[in-house]
């Protein structure tokens, strides 16, 4: 137990100081005044609704309803400038001077603005204007009109290629889980993925691992109709008061809020057909025949016989006869191919389809507003089972459900009810509460062999029989029946319609759930507090009925079930207290304290049942039962803050913050730690003295230094040793059964000085506004250096401990990169505009300490397979052995003895991408009346390892191109012939897989959509509103890449260790969309 | 003046509620681990948790042959009892015997690893079960196995090292890479150590761990060529021909299942090794295997896949399965009084003694004991006594083989004919063209793997010499 732990002189302290800066803020007060106004778009002169309305200098602040007034109250009297703030307009700014208790009218009238960016972001000590801010923090704008106007049904869909640093590697499953990494990786050891708040709730965004291969995420409950913003603050510069656990970035997800004017409803209806239009690759057969029995065989073109490499008899002292080894050994005939997956009458591709229907209501009035929600997501992904395997089970009689027919599936249905209450003119509570249930089926897909693409991709490489092998087993190496006769259709090993018999299934439901209130008891305090709350049941459950499934060991059709249950419960509150003093004329202060605290709690029961009855489904109902389960595990972390900014003339703005945290997991003799931050924000351009070329509209340099962390898990730190059962015999010589007996072992030792991982960063960059508002540019630099590391420092195994690989504070990484956006208005007419939004990055990082190695006295270096940990290398850096060939004999194809392995490993890069580059493009056209959105995107700088050539080519039946075709190039034959036989050098094999290992940069034709509004005799007839639109989308349409396998976005395998791969499974379906979205 | 005290009040107010959640006791209670699934150190200080601690031990131990990719199973590869019929072309490194250092094979680390847990739980038995004699004795046995099992199958040069509640000093002696005869050496203390602790005792557990103490002690001492010493200790009025140690299996769970029939019977990925291989519509003979499918010997029953509708993983390897473990809680052996008759017969084979060696060989064909938990031979006729001492070797080794199958006895008794009986390798193991590829390599047994480079006394095997 580690109570006490906490020094108590340190939370009053920080407190203390922070309040009496908080009391040195106030300044006198007065009867507060109050200012109404109206904003409006110019030219249609539309009232603006969710516009912003900020009095400088203070923190009071309003927002406009659907008329577009608003109604800004305790206003401290004097001079006061507003700003009204709205995205997708110009800010604007006005000065009124109000006498106290009285009142004043300001009206704005606001220009379209090419920058499509939040202005206002929400930070840990409140919501803030963008420009005092001297990090960069990403926004996605829009977030309703994007879900509304672009084929995006996922979180992952909505963050892709939007923003500069960001990396995502969607799920290439329905429902698979992403990898989102936020500036690169720093950790070797923890995780690298960024922390998730919705609506200020920590959310668990981890995954869901299916029992097979397949990673299903936690983010899939996040419904994108109801997120209102999605901002990503990006690193420690930015993430310092978020604390221990942010130093890889924070996504703050805010859902949609009612605002007060007249009810709206909005009905949205979505049909979706989904095509699997992957690369799937051709298989070959090379037929040929022994050169001494004449028996068919299928010839592998390192051994084939040619001109120049001849086939050579050898006779033992029996005088047995044999072929040479080191010689050929086939003689070819002919050569055919095929391709089993899109092969119409037999492939289980076949277009998925999918549905959306959800209705939001929102309104209300300037006391209670709303929003209430509800959709319901139905997919149906591009799976079924072949009609074949449907007509034989229909000959069996065995109805075929519809969980092994369309074994990929996924329903989501969402509930969402905010409510906000303005209580009293000093103060505001809102209520957030989401409910999901998520149900996906899970076909076993890819690792594991009973997996549908492995027996479809992995084919002989023909069709039948060929002619006149009929009556001697169907030619070559062919086997057509399964094990137990059940005929194959030319898949390889198992049929796939009893692979679709296993049953897989995930339930998510999740309720998350917050209270804020936000108390202003002058114009110059404000007071946040929030609570809240995430809790996720999930269940995930696998079936083989009795009988049912693939035959693939001796109990896998006696009938088999797994059940594993966890709960993810997590506890969030946080309070924070703003003050704001205009010390002088030219400069306003600001000061805010605050504390957070969260609780993370998780805990599991993994049941399975061997042998179920007929009809039997459950663990209770089987023979043979075992279990294990865990009590709840958490992670809680206090932390306290203080911070203080100052705005010189609202141009410039310095910030200085401190934030310490306490955390459960960290070690006994580890107490606290502290995370400082800087920042300034200078609109340059706003200085008398800037010259004002008529191109230039505004400039801001910013610049940010600030530290934030990583936890380690759990119970690292502690002790541990674990319990079971082991069957101990009878210590009798008749005896020959066992007791099970409980039994404890060591587990791990304890780790007292065990403390998070700490990263510092800094980042420099700019904003301009250039040719009247047209052009938006915008550039940062950073770096991150990562310091107490957590390495598995490896222990020697002979040293028999009980840990061999435990987690010391002794690394250090460095990551930096440039990240650039620009957005453009390159035409606008009335009949036709042109809107462009540019994003790229650049990221690099690499290992810089690691310690020094005790046995050889130099930096130690970690790992010595494919991933290596260097200093001065990059983090998880890729080491294969290299070979080279030559075709000595000039034949045209490559022999095993014209390959050579080096015995010595050498480096060959990242495994994660480097450069991130999307080109997002809007026209309108028509007046308007129709939009088209299309987005390209760029990932490239790394090499992932092409899983499905590596498996294909050199395993049974080998029946890739590269050891098949003559006419293929020698680099894939040698590829081939390095990793199957290598190079033996004294009886020991040298092989290598590199050439697999594959450059996987490409362009993907990621999102296209037009909306069309519809036209007032439509929207007159049903009643809608103006706004109603019908949109027509397409994802994920085309890939250019020169990528040899399935995707190069596969992220199957990604895990800590950032082991992006393919492997066996399939890549990002094609979606077709057409939507309707009704206003009322 | 007094609006800015006013105003402060109001502050210090607010700020008084933030720093209430900052009290000690509310927030040491926020922060406490609140892991109650979780056992610490305050668990283990009893006799109960000795006892505990000391099953705990005992299931490690069956790391050798529990679990995938186990110890005997990857030795049964190298030697002739099993070929790779795994669909991950990565395995067939173990059955072609062309192992790489970088990877470890054959479970090493746990291996090593279970002389840790077996030390925790002497530890714990000294403290709090002083007078367990039995009990300690069975732990001492236990280490004793586990050193026997990385002497007899990994390179020369193993550490035998230790750790102090996870702390490792690796300049301790214990860390000095040992060749297999001093870890034998090391084995046998400790298996003096289980007779001396077990002492005269008569009752019945006694017995049963003596028994096992005396019939690993006197492996051991084959393996170090001291053949009469060993037959000496195992006469069969100390450890009868039909006593069995057995490695019993849960039948609660699955993960306790007997791994040999896991990895063959049930999962497929290693099939029961011939001497042909037919492969791709090609048919592969490999030099110096027993073919053990073909001869269907009682010892050794074996069934096709296609029997019981199984096929290899890999899909086109032929599947033979071994059917003396039929079941996936069927008992395998750890010692047995077969295994003190082989013992004793060697002795008469390394005396001259052809007709003696057979006498014992023949009364076992005669009378075959319980195999496992399950299998009972049937009688088999008597063999010819061979004219020669070399054919009396080849033919005590193959009977040998089919007594001790899959209990990692044939790869160490391939290794002994070449060190003790100086035949060459190519003619004693596996070799030839590799039915998936490329030529068998001259591994005889597994390397400690690079990542024990991490004790600064270790450089690699010192030899990989049989």
């Given amino acids: 137990m580690r109570l006490g732990r906490w020094r108590l002189t340190a939370a009053p302290g920080v407190l203390g100081a922070a309040l009496l800066m908080l009391a040195g803020g106030a300044r006198n007060a007065s009867a507060q005044a109050t200012i109404t106004g109206r904003v409006t778009a110019q030219g249609t002169n539309a009232p603006l609704a969710e516009a912003r309305v900020l009095v400088i200098g203070s923190t009071v602040s309003a927002t406009t309803g659907d008329s577009g007034k608003f109604v800004v109250r305790g206003i401290a009297p004097g001079e006061v400038q507003l700003q009204v703030l709205r995205v997708g307009y110009q800010s604007q700014k006005k000065t009124v001077t109000i006498a106290a208790g009285g009142s004043a009218t300001v009206d704005f009238t606001m220009s379209i603005a090419v920058a499509q960016l939040e202005e206002v972001v929400t930070t840990a ?149 989904i095509q699997d239009r992957v690369p799937y690759q051709d298989m070959y057969a090379n037929f040929g025949h022994d050169p001494l029995s004449g028996k068919a065989k299928r010839c592998q073109l390192s051994s084939i016989v040619t001109p ?128 999901v249930k998520m149900d996906n089926r899970i076909p076993p897909e890819s690792d594991l062999i009973i997996a549908l693409y492995y027996v479809g991709m992995q084919n002989y490489g023909y069709k039948g029989c060929p002619a006149g092998t009929e009556k001697t087993g169907c030619g070559l ?165 203080v911070q203080e900014q100052a705005a010189l ?81 009878a210590r009798s010589s008749t005896a020959t059964g066992g007791t099970d007996t409980p039994a404890l072992t060591a587990n791990q030792p304890a780790s007292p000085n065990l403390k998070p991982e700490k990263s510092t960063e800094y980042e420099l960059g700019g904003e301009a506004q250039l040719l009247s508002n047209r052009l938006r540019l915008d550039y940062t630099f950073f770096r991150k250096s990562t310091h107490d590391a957590l390495i598995q420092v490896a222990v020697s195994a002979s040293s028999a401990a009980s840990q061999l690989s435990p987690l010391v504070n002794i690394g250090a990484t460095q990551g930096w990169g440039h990240e650039f956006q620009a957005n453009a208005q390159l035409m606008d007419s009335r009949r036709f505009s042109w809107d462009v939004t540019l994003t790229g990055s650049h990221l690099s990082n690499k290992v810089v300490d690691l310690g020094i190695d005790p046995n050889t006295g130099k930096p130690r270096t970690l790992g010595t397979g494919q991933a290596r940990q260097i200093p001065g290398l990059p983090l998880n850096s890729q080491w294969f052995r290299s070979y080279s060939y030559s075709d000595a004999n000039g034949d045209g194809l490559l022999q095993r003895a014209e390959v050579v392995v080096d015995t010595a490993f050498k480096y060959y890069g990242y ?79 040298y092989k290598t897989t590199v050439g697999y290992f594959r450059n996987a940069q490409f362009w993907k034709f990621r999102e296209v959509s037009a909306v069309y509004q519809l036209p007032k005799v439509v929207t007159q007839r049903i009643r809608a509103q103006n706004g109603s639109t019908i949109v027509f989308g397409a994802r994920n349409l085309h890939t250019w890449s020169s990528f040899t396998g399935i995707d190069p976005e596969a992220n199957y395998g990604t895990s800590q260790a950032e082991t992006q791969q393919e492997f066996q499974t399939t890549g990002l379906p094609t979606y077709f969309t057409v939507r309707l979205n009704l206003k009322y | 003046m007094f609006s800015t005290m006013h105003r402060a009040r109001w502050a210090a107010a607010v700020g008084a509620a933030l720093v209430l959640p900052g009290c000690a006791d509310f927030k040491n209670q926020l922060l406490q681990p609140q892991n109650p699934g979780i056992i610490d150190n305050s668990a283990v200080g009893s006799a109960a948790a000795a006892a505990a601690l000391k099953v705990g031990a005992m299931g490690r131990i069956k790391v050798v ?52 847990y077996i030390r925790d739980a002497l530890a714990a038995e000294y403290k709090y079960e002083p007078t367990k004699t039995t009990d300690i004795g069975e732990l001492w046995m236990a280490l004793g196995f586990i050193e026997l099992s990385l002497g007899e199958n990994f390179c020369n040069g193993i550490p035998l090292g230790n750790n102090t509640n996870g702390v490792v000093d690796y300049s301790s002696p214990s860390f000095k890479p040992l060749t297999n005869n001093e870890v034998f050496d090391a084995a046998i203390a400790h298996l003096d150590s289980a007779l001396t602790s077990v002492g005269s005792a008569s009752d019945s557990a006694s017995v049963f761990v003596r028994r096992a103490a005396l019939v690993l002690k006197a492996r051991l001492l084959v393996d170090k060529g001291q053949y009469a010493a060993a037959a000496a200790l195992v006469p069969t009025s100390a450890v009868a021909t039909n006593w069995q140690y057995l490695f019993t299996t849960s039948t609660a769970s699955s993960s306790d299942d007997n791994g040999i029939w896991t990895l063959n019977n049930s999962v497929s990925r290693v099939t029961v090794g011939d001497s042909v291989m037919a492969y791709q519509g090609k048919t592969f003979t490999i030099a110096n295997a027993i073919p053990f499918f073909s001869l269907n010997d009682p010892r050794v029953p074996v069934i096709t896949g296609a029997s019981v509708k199984l096929v290899a993983e890999d899909g086109l390897t032929p599947l033979y399965l071994q059917q003396i473990w039929k079941n996936r809680d069927d008992a395998v052996a750890l010692a047995s009084g077969i ?35 399950v299998l009972q031979p049937a009688a088999m006729p008597p063999l010819a006594t061979p004219a020669t001492q070399d054919a009396a070797t080849s033919l005590f080794f193959r009977e040998k083989a089919f007594w001790q199958f899959s209990r990692g006895f044939r790869l160490s008794d391939l290794r002994r004919l070449v060190r003790q009986y100086k035949r060459t390798q ?26 024990e480079l991490v004790n600064p006394q270790f450089h690699g095997c010192i030899d990989r010499n049989a």
């Fill in chain 1, 477 to 641: 190496d062919k086997i057509p029946t399964q094990a137990d006769g059940v005929p194959l259709h030319d898949a390889l090993q198992w049929d796939p319609g009893e692979i679709m018999q296993v049953t897989q299934q995930s339930d998510v439901q999740r309720f998350t759930g917050s209270i804020n209130g936000n108390w202003r008891p002058f114009s110059w305090m404000v007071n946040d507090g929030t609570v809240g709350v995430d809790f996720a049941a999930v269940d995930f459950f696998q079936l083989c009925r009795l009988t049912e499934c693939p035959p693939q060991s001796s109990t896998a059709q006696l009938g088999r079930v797994t059940d594993n249950q966890s709960k993810n419960r997590n506890l969030s509150a946080k309070v924070a207290s703003t003050s704001s003093w205009n010390a002088k004329a030219w400069m306003n202060l600001k000061t805010s304290v605050g504390a957070d605290y969260t609780n993370l709690e998780d805990d599991f029961s993994n049941t399975n049942g061997l042998t179920l009855p007929p009809g039997g489904s459950t663990v209770g109902a089987a023979a043979t039962r075992s279990g294990s389960n865990r009590q709840p595990t958490a992670q809680k972390t206090l932390g306290l803050y």
């Fill in chain 1, 125 to 273: 000590t409140g919501q803030q204007r963008r420009v005092e801010l001297g990090n960069a923090v990403s926004t996605l704008g829009d977030v309703t009109k994007r879900v509304e106007e672009t084929p995006n049904h996922t979180i992952s869909d909505l963050l892709i290629a939007k923003s500069p640093g960001v990396t995502l590697l969607p799920g290439t499953e329905l429902g698979g889980a992403p990898t989102v990494r936020i500036r690169g990786v720093s950790s070797i050891s923890l995780s690298n993925a960024p922390i998730w708040y919705v609506d200020g709730v920590r959310y668990s965004a981890g995954s869901l691992n299916s029992g097979t291969d397949v990673n299903f995420s936690m983010l899939g409950s996040i419904n994108p109709e109801d997120i209102e913003d999605i901002e990503i603050v990006k690193g420690p510069s930015a993430a310092t008061l978020y604390g221990t656990n942010a130093a890889n970035g924070v996504i703050l997800i805010t859902t949609k809020k009612g605002r007060s004017g007249q009810t709206h409803w909005n009905w949205s209806a979505e049909g979706r057909n």
């Fill in chain 1, 308 to 435: 120049k490499f001849p086939f050579k008899i050898i006779t033992d002292a029996k005088g047995v006869q044999s072929l040479d080894p080191k010689f050929a050994d086939c003689i070819g005939d002919s050569l055919t191919s095929y391709n089993w997956m899109k092969d119409k009458d037999v492939t289980f591709v076949h277009p998925g389809k999918g549905s959306l229907f959800g209705l939001s209501i929102n309104g209300g009035n300037e006391q209670v507003r709303y929003f209430v929600s509800s959709d319901v997501d139905n997919e149906i992904g591009p799976i079924q089972m072949p009609s074949y395997d449907v007509q034989r089970f229909d000959s069996l009689q065995i109805p075929v459900r519809n969980e092994w027919f369309h074994p990929s599936a996924q329903q989501r249905s969402s509930f969402r009810g905010n409510l906000s209450a303005s209580l009293s003119p000093k103060f505001d509570l809102n209520v957030s509460s989401g409910f």
């Fill in chain 2, 65 to 116: 042959y529990t679990s995938s990719e186990t110890l005997w199973q990857e030795a049964g590869q190298v030697a002739d009892e099993y070929q790779n019929a795994d669909f991950q072309p990565d395995r067939n490194d173990v059955d072609q015997r062309t192992m790489a250092t970088n990877s470890p094979y054959a479970n090493y680390g746990s291996v090593t690893q279970a002389r840790g």
């Fill in chain 1, 649 to 729: 003339r609202d141009r410039l703005f310095l910030t200085a913050a401190a934030r310490t945290d306490q955390n459960s997991a960290f070690g006994q003799n580890f107490q606290r730690v502290v995370y400082p931050k800087v920042s300034a924000s200078w609109i340059a351009s706003d200085e008398s003295w800037f010259p004002h070329p008529s191109y230039l509209n505004q400039l801001r340099l910013r610049g940010a230094y600030g530290a934030s962390g990583v936890q380690p898990g759990a119970t690292q730190a502690l002790a541990l040793f674990s319990a079971g059962t082991v069957s101990i015999p």
């Fill in chain 2, 339 to 373: 295994d003190a008759r082989m013992i004793e017969a060697e002795a008469k084979l390394n005396a001259n003694d052809i007709a003696g060696m057979m006498t014992i060989l023949n009364a076992a064909r005669a009378t075959p004991p319980k195999l496992g938990g």
């Fill in chain 2, 426 to 451: 190519d003619k004693v193991f596996p070799s030839g063209q590799h039915y998936k590829g490329g030529t068998y390599g001259s591994d005889v047994n597994f390397p400690v793997p690079d990542g």
């Fill in chain 1, 911 to 989: 495994i994660t991408p480097r450069d991130i580059i999307s080109v997002q493009n809007g026209f309108d056209l028509f007046g308007r009346k129709l939009r088209i959105n299309m987005m390209f995107d760029y990932k490239g700088g790394n090499s992932i390892l092409d899983g499905a050539n590596n498996f294909q080519c050199n395993t049974g039946p080998y029946a890739c191109r590269d050891t098949q075709d003559p006419s293929f190039s020698q680099d894939r034959q040698a590829a081939a012939i390095a990793k199957q036989f290598g190079t033996s050098v004294n009886g020991t094999s």
